[in-house]
C-alpha cells in the first residue's frame, strides 16, 4: 500500500496533458471480444481498472499488448465465457464483458459485482435489457449465469431506473444488440460521450448504430464485425479534476491540453458561476485560474449533460474553502459522500444529509491524516491537501490509481508539492 504527502500552499502554474478516458476504454476494450480480428485500442490510460479489464480479456483467451498508451488485442481465440469472481470484485464495471460475451459466446457467467463505498451497484437494469434480448438469466453462488443458445433477436428495450439511467447498462445492450437478428431499439438509453465512443468504435467494427448520444438509440443486427483502430476521447472527468484543481490553487493560471471543452460544458459552467475564469484554447485546450471573487453554488448530479456525479467530490473541495454557502445534491450516488467526512477531518465545515451536502466554506483546512475511499474521493482529498496548511497524508492510494494516470506526477509537473511513500 502507498500514501500521497501533499504539501498545502500549492501554487500551481504550467500546462497538463489530460489523458484518454478510463471510462471510455473499458467498455471499448470489452467490445473487442465481438470480432475476431486485431483491435488496436489508443489512448487508453495506464491505471489499474483498464489493466485488470486487459487481464480479464486475456483470462477469456484474447491475446493483449500493451505499448505505453496504445493496446492491441487479438480476440481471435476467445475459449471461455466466464468473466471470475477474484478480477470482477476487484473493478465493478468488468460487468461490460456480459454483453459482448453473449453475442460472440451465446452465454456469459460474470461474478455479481460487489457493492462499493458510493453505494450499493446494481445490475438488474443490465439483465433486464439483455432478458428482453432473449438471454435467460439465472444468478446463483454470486455468480449471473446468462446464455442464449439459438442468438439474440432485436427488440424495443427501456434502460431507465429509479435512479435514472445506465451508462454501462446502454453499452452491454448494444454491444448485445450489434450481432442480434434484426432491430433493437434503447429506449431511455444513456447519452454520455463514453456511450457515443463506444457507438463510434463498433461502427468503425461494421455495426449500424445510430441515435447514440441521444436517449432513443437503434442497432441493426449484422452478421459479423471487423477490426478496427481507435483512439479513445479525453478523460473529461480527469480534466474537470485538473479544472478544480487551478480553481483552488493556481499562481495565476494553468492550461489543460489534449481535452474535448463540449464534454464539459456543465462543470464549465457550474465553476464560471462561481466566479472561476476559464477560457478554452483552440479545440483542445482550456486554461483556468483561481477566482477573484469566489462565491458558492448550488450543484445538482444528474446524467450527462447535466452535472456529472463523478465531479461531485471535486466540487465539494473547492466549496471547503469557497467563502459563502455551497449546497450539494447527488441524485445518482445519495450516498457519495465519503470524503466529506474526511474534509471534516481536515477542518471543513460540512454536514450532509439524505444525499445532500451543504458546505460552508473556511479561509483555510488545516492537514490531517486522510482515507481515501473511492476513486472521486480519493482525488478530492489530493485538491483539498493542496489548499491545507502543513502536509496532509492520503491514505490507501490505491484508489487514485484506479482512474487518474500518474496524477501525482502531473501535479508535480503544475508545481505541487506531493510525495509517494510506502504506508
Ligand atoms: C458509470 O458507472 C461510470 N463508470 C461511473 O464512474 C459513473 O459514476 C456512473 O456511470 C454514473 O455516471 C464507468 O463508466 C466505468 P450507472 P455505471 O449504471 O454505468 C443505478 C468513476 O468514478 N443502476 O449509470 O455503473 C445505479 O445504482 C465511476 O469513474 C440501477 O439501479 O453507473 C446508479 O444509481 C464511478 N440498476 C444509477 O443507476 C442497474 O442495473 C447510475 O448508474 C444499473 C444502475
Redesign the pocket.
Known amino acids: 500500500m502507498e500514501k500521497l504527502i501533499v504539501h498545502g500552499g500549492a501554487r500551481l502554474e504550467g500546462a497538463v496533458n489530460i489523458s484518454g478516458s478510463?471510462?471510455a476504454s473499458?467498455p471499448i476494450l470489452a467490445a473487442t471480444l465481438l470480432t475476431r480480428e486485431k483491435c488496436i485500442v489508443r489512448r487508453v490510460p495506464d491505471v489499474s481498472d483498464t489493466n485488470y479489464m486487459l487481464q480479464i480479456l486475456q483470462n477469456l483467451g484474447a491475446a493483449v499488448e500493451r505499448a505505453s498508451g496504445t493496446v492491441t488485442v487479438e480476440p481471435a481465440d476467445i475459449k471461455s465465457a466466464e468473466a471470475p469472481y477474484d478480477l470482477v470484485r476487484k473493478m465493478?464495471?468488468s460487468v461490460c464483458v456480459m454483453g459482448p460475451l453473449l453475442a460472440r459466446k451465446r452465454e456469459a457467467i460474470v461474478s455479481l459485482p460487489g457493492g462499493c463505498v458510493?453505494?450499493?451497484?446494481?445490475?438488474?437494469?443490465?439483465l433486464r435489457g439483455l432478458e428482453a434480448l432473449g438471454a435467460t438469466v439465472e444468478t446463483k453462488g454470486g455468480n449471473v449465469y446468462l446464455a442464449a443458445p439459438k442468438g439474440l433477436r432485436g427488440r424495443e428495450v427501456d434502460m431507465r431506473?429509479?435512479?435514472?439511467?445506465?451508462?454501462?447498462?446502454t453499452d452491454n445492450v448494444m454491444m448485445a444488440a450489434v450481432l442480434a437478428k434484426g432491430t433493437t431499439v434503447i429506449e431511455g438509453a444513456?447519452c454520455?460521450p463514453?456511450v457515443i465512443d463506444l457507438a463510434n468504435f463498433l461502427n468503425k467494427m461494421g455495426a449500424k448504430i445510430s441515435g447514440a448520444g441521444t436517449s432513443r438509440v437503434e442497432i441493426e443486427g449484422v452478421k459479423e464485425l471487423g477490426g478496427v483502430d481507435h483512439t479513445v476521447i479525453p478523460d473529461r472527468?480527469e480534466a474537470g479534476t485538473f479544472l478544480v484543481a487551478g480553481a483552488m490553487a493556481a499562481r495565476d493560471k494553468i492550461t489543460l491540453r489534449r481535452v474535448d471543452a463540449d464534454h464539459l460544458t456543465a462543470v464549465i459552467d457550474a465553476l464560471t458561476a462561481c466566479g472561476v475564469p476559464i477560457e478554452r484554447i483552440g479545440k483542445t485546450g482550456l486554461t483556468v485560474g483561481r477566482a477573484t471573487n469566489p462565491i458558492g453554488a448550488n450543484i445538482v448530479t444528474e446524467?450527462y449533460p447535466h452535472f456529472?456525479?463523478?465531479m461531485q467530490a471535486q466540487m465539494c473541495a473547492l466549496f471547503a474553502v469557497t467563502p459563502g454557502l455551497s449546497v450539494v445534491r447527488d441524485t445518482?450516488?445519495p450516498r457519495r459522500f465519503m470524503h466529506c467526512a474526511e474534509m471534516k477531518r481536515m477542518g471543513a465545515d460540512i454536514e450532509v444529509d439524505d444525499g445532500t451536502a451543504v458546505i460552508h466554506g473556511v479561509e483555510s483546512l488545516s492537514a490531517a491524516p486522510v482515507m481515501a475511499s473511492d476513486?472521486?474521493a480519493s482525488a478530492a482529498l489530493v485538491l483539498a491537501g493542496l489548499r491545507a496548511t502543513d502536509n496532509t497524508e492520503i491514505n490507501r492510494v490505491y484508489h487514485i490509481d484506479r482512474?487518474y494516470e500518474h496524477i501525482d506526477d502531473k501535479l508535480i509537473g503544475l508545481g505541487a508539492e506531493i510525495e509517494r511513500l510506502p504506508a
Open positions: 478510463k471510462n473499458l465493478r464495471a458510493i453505494g450499493d451497484r446494481p445490475v438488474d437494469l443490465h431506473g429509479k435512479h435514472g439511467t445506465t451508462v454501462l447498462g444513456a454520455e463514453e472527468i446524467p456529472p456525479t463523478d445518482i450516488f476513486l472521486r482512474g
